[in-house]
């Protein structure tokens, strides 16, 4: 006989309302972290979830389990994007590689014409004398500003000895100048020189000695640069990572500058004076009658 699901007893429908409130208390139990961020609701515990009456269910070991489960799953997924996001080489690496690849290049073109003369010419005579100089006005403007602006805030940022601001600025600015503005404005300084030089005396073998001289010196600078700011800046940046605060201020607290940064600067001021002594040649150009 089928059954009757419109004539049952009072026990039967008791039955029914508890087996009915367990399925959907245990449904809520499993997925009570799906359903919270969902709906935005915090997260409860699953030992207080299901309870009838005066009988305490407990889902504990359930619970635990999916629990480990769902650890497992975030784990495994969170290795997973770390090992995919993790690039082949690091960050330093690949800037020592195109510091390395800048330098080659641009000496091979200063070499090349210091001994064959103006080369490539399609480069060299793309442009007018007036034109060369406006580049190198502008490049030699950017270079120079941008190491002498620096050098003062790089102080202003050690003198005020705030760990927030000292570490946004060594571990990011010093990187972002070098590579977005030093090493663009210092090419455009060369090549421009070569050019006038090729222009204006016919070539680098054969151009005044406050040319000869301005190359040299900036050959001197970029070794000093090279060995004294380039290789402090990881040491800089391991020493800011790792200051600490002298009392309670967290973030903005008062920090015991470290030797290595004090060293950058006196190595800034060096450079400082580097840029003043270029510009003094190029400018006075001794040797050369008024």
Known sequence: HPPNFFNIGHRNT???????????????????????SAFHLPQPSCRYLIHHRRTATRWEPACRSIQHREDKLVMSVSTSSQASKSPPMSNNFKRTIYLHLWVIILSAFVISNKVKGPYPQALIYALNRPQWSLVHALSSMLFGGTIVLSTLMEYIVITC???????????????????????????????????????????????????IGSFHLLTTFGLWWGITD???QKKAMEAVQNLEVEGDDGDDGVVEVP?????????????????????????????IGS
């Open 14 to 36: 008791e039955e029914m309302t508890k087996t009915l409130n367990l399925t959907i208390l245990f449904a809520i139990a499993s997925y009570h972290n799906e359903l919270a």
């Open 259 to 287: 030797k290595v940064l004090k060293v950058r600067v006196l190595s800034n001021v060096v450079s400082c004076l580097f840029v003043v002594a270029m510009y003094a040649l190029m400018v006075l150009k001794p040797g």
């Open 230 to 232: 380039v290789t402090t």
């Open 161 to 211: 000895k705030k760990t927030s601001v000292i570490k946004f600025w060594f571990t990011s600015v010093p990187q972002y100048l070098d590579s977005k503005v030093v090493l663009v404005a210092l090419t455009g300084a060369i090549v421009s020189g070569v050019g006038q030089a090729a222009l204006a005396y016919g070539g680098l073998a054969t151009s005044p000695k406050h040319v």
